[in-house]
């Protein structure tokens, strides 16, 4: 097997300009780099990637971490940021923590030992591992969260303006005339301490509504529990008129629920949900939703991610918010008085 002294004496340069070909070639004049290229490929020389990790404690590999893998929201999301690393010369590990914290801690673990030079993650729900993932970047990870954040992270995050959307979304359902509208969660400091739920609360009072508290359940953001509590919330004897869900994974459930209810939308029942996935736009009617510029939040994560990397400015902290878009469909209308 061809080393990189082989490639250097093919190129006619010093072993160190052979290496930094590789690992800076930015810092290389054009036809040096060009020559230094054209001998990698005709000697087929493939660089020992975790012994050049040893070297720089770091490898050209980024980690990300996301919820749930099968949710479209992070397989686009997984898709927007392999490409955009990938173009740029590095490679991308993947998992996922289901939203749990135990599980993201082991998995932590795993890319702690592949030494990635850069790490976006959506943080779990649970005790925080904000303790692992400042031990990363201590060793020189650079850490960005993504979606949510852990109360109090000292990182930087890309996020949606999550609470002018919910504002927005419940603005929109009061002037259609409901009063009775439901999300699918409540807002709890362990189990499901994310933006949405604590906003839509404040987004109520905001239209002088008040919190039902009967609507009132601490789930998880998956299609069976959306499922459940739907059918549970559409029971009582003083039902939503509309329910707000907080991902379209929710919807799917909920939307499941109401037809096995018998329920029509928007007759009967009123339904927006974040997410524009595909099937939103397919069923009969076609939900109205609350989009995210998914590609847009992938590419920021890489670019400040990236920046950080290269420049080994480990400790510079970016925050970035993206805006949120209604798409009215026509699952929402007025309430059936």
Known sequence: MPNILDVAKRAGVAPTTAKRAIHEPHLLKPETLERVRKAIQELGYEPDQVAGSLRRGRTQ???????????????????????????????????????????????????????????????????????????????????????????????????????????????????????????????????????????????????????????QRVIRLTEPEAYRLTLELMRLPNPPTAIFSLNGTEAAGAFRALNELGLRIPQDISLLTFDNYSWTSLVTPPLDVIEQPVEEMGYAAVEIVLDAVENRTLDKVVRRRFPGKLIRRGSCAPPNR
């Open 61 to 215: 590999t980024i980690g990300l971490m996301v919820g749930n893998i099968m949710e479209p929201f992070f397989a686009s999301l997984v898709r927007t940021v392999a490409h955009a690393v990938q173009g740029l010369g590095y490679a991308l590990l993947v998992t996922d923590n289901e939203y749990d914290a135990k599980l993201e801690l082991a998995n932590l673990r795993v890319l702690y030992g592949h030494r990635v030079s850069g790490l976006i993650i959506r943080s779990g729900y649970g005790a925080s591992n904000l303790d692992y993932l400042k031990r990363m970047q201590e060793r020189g990870t650079y850490v960005l969260e993504i979606d949510y954040f852990y109360p109090d992270s000292p990182f930087s995050h890309v996020m949606l303006d999550n609470e002018s959307c919910v504002f927005e979304g419940v603005r929109y359902l009061h002037a259609l005339g409901h009063r009775r509208i439901a999300t699918l969660g409540s807002y709890d400091p362990i189990h499901h301490p994310e933006e949405r739920s604590r906003a839509f609360p404040k987004a109520l009072q905001a239209v002088g509504l008040p919190l039902i508290e009967e609507y």
